[in-house]
């Protein structure tokens, strides 16, 4: 009798350490999410333009899409150029709407030479976010050679 009391002991006392585990490690990974990653730094072509920064997602849902509650991304964007053309970082967020997977284009624009301008904003539902950097005339969006010629750099994917 001494030994089957022994083992449901050892059993419960193994359940409770499983659940204490189980329970601290989305925490830990919450506040890993929470601090931030630095990316960057990324230039234009030429070394035109460069940014850098953090970003930061919280509360990955992973039940129907695979998306952070919330994404923050502050940094810097630099114009390294001292005529008419300014430094563009151009982030491209693919969110979730309903059961689809669509894109907005958020851009910064600086066009102080050498003199950073700070950024930072936030969006919902977010799956995926890249970065291009681009150094071109200030217009009121990024021209499409900016946004189609050469790579998105991926900063952030939803797992």
């Given at each position: 009798m001494s030994i089957s009391r022994t083992?449901?002991?050892?059993t419960a006392a193994a359940t409770a350490a499983i659940a204490t585990l189980a329970a601290v490690a989305p925490a830990a990974q919450a506040a890993q999410a929470d601090a931030g990653s630095a990316w960057g730094p990324y230039h234009?072509?030429?070394?035109?333009?460069?940014?850098w920064g953090t970003l930061s997602a919280v509360g990955e849902d992973h039940?129907?899409?695979p998306?952070?509650?919330?994404i923050k991304i502050t940094?810097?964007?630099y114009d390294n150029t001292r005529g008419s053309a300014c430094g563009w970082a151009v982030f491209r967020i693919t969110y979730r709407k309903g059961n689809n997977l669509p894109f907005r284009h958020h851009s910064v624009i600086d066009c102080s030479y050498r003199?950073?301008?700070h950024f930072s904003f936030k969006y919902r539902n977010v799956y995926q976010v890249e970065l291009k950097v681009c150094s071109e005339f200030k217009t009121a969006k990024p021209s499409l050679n900016c946004?189609?010629?050469?790579?998105?750099?991926?900063?952030?994917?939803?797992?």
């Open positions: 083992l449901a002991g050892l234009a072509p030429r070394h035109t333009a460069k940014t039940a129907t899409l998306t952070a509650r919330q940094g810097k964007v003199t950073p301008k946004l189609y010629a050469g790579t998105w750099k991926t900063l952030y994917l939803s797992k």
